[in-house]
Each structure stands twice: as structure tokens, then as C-alpha cells.
Nanobody
């Protein structure tokens, strides 16, 4: 069993930066696919939107097309943690952000993962 826990969320001003962390416990996820998703307010009945994913040894990286030149996903295998750097954030990026993990290569779909964190709120507002 793997437990994923997000941290680093909160309130940030438009144009500011935030780095989310997701620490895994229960087993090593160094060879796993890990991903970030988000769900905007009022969208609870809709699919979680893929943000980015990363695979074994930091390969197989993907980003949502609109974010690929701004967000950065990375992982630290020694800390069993995956990160999402979010510079120059925008109000429309206010959402609950989730990390997810799978023993397989990273997927772009929410149901392509086997474990999910509880989510963490990111609010972009002045």
C-alpha cells in the first residue's frame, strides 16, 4: 500500500510562484509513474485535469500542452517525493491539486493511476 501526501499549497498572488510536493510512503516509488492533476472549484463532478507526469528515473515527462513552457515536474528518489514548480501562476489555476502514482509509466488520465493523494488547495488571488 502506498500513501501519497501533498504539501506546499496555499494562497499566492497572481504572478507569484509555488512549489507543490508529494511525499510517498509505504514503498519506494522511484520506478513508478507519478502525476499531478487538478480540479477547479465548481468542477467537482468533472474529470480531474492532467497537469504533468514523470516516469522512471525522471523520464517519460509530459505536461498539459498549455503548461509545458511554465510548470516543471521533478522527482527526488532519495526522498521518495515528486514536485511541481508553478511559476507565474494565474487566477484561473486556482484548484485542488492532487498527486497520483502507478507502478506503470505515467498516464495522462486520472484512472490510469492506482494511488492518489487527498489533494491540496491552491488559491491564486490578490
Amino acid at each position: 500500500q502506498v500513501h501519497l501526501e501533498e504539501s506546499g499549497g496555499g494562497l499566492v498572488q497572481p504572478g507569484g510562484s509555488l512549489t507543490l510536493s508529494c511525499a510517498a510512503s509505504g514503498r519506494s516509488v522511484s520506478r513508478w509513474g507519478l502525476g499531478w492533476f487538478r480540479q477547479a472549484p465548481g468542477k467537482e463532478g468533472e474529470d480531474h485535469v492532467s497537469v504533468a507526469g514523470i516516469g522512471y528515473n525522471g523520464g517519460n515527462i509530459y505536461y498539459q500542452e498549455a503548461l509545458k513552457d511554465r510548470f516543471t515536474i521533478s522527482k527526488d528518489n532519495d526522498k521518495n517525493t515528486v514536485y511541481l514548480q508553478m511559476p507565474k501562476v494565474k487566477p484561473e489555476e486556482t484548484a485542488v491539486y492532487y498527486c497520483a502514482g502507478t507502478p506503470l509509466p505515467p498516464a495522462t488520465a486520472w484512472d490510469g493511476y492506482d494511488y492518489w493523494g487527498q489533494g491540496i488547495q491552491v488559491t491564486v488571488s490578490s
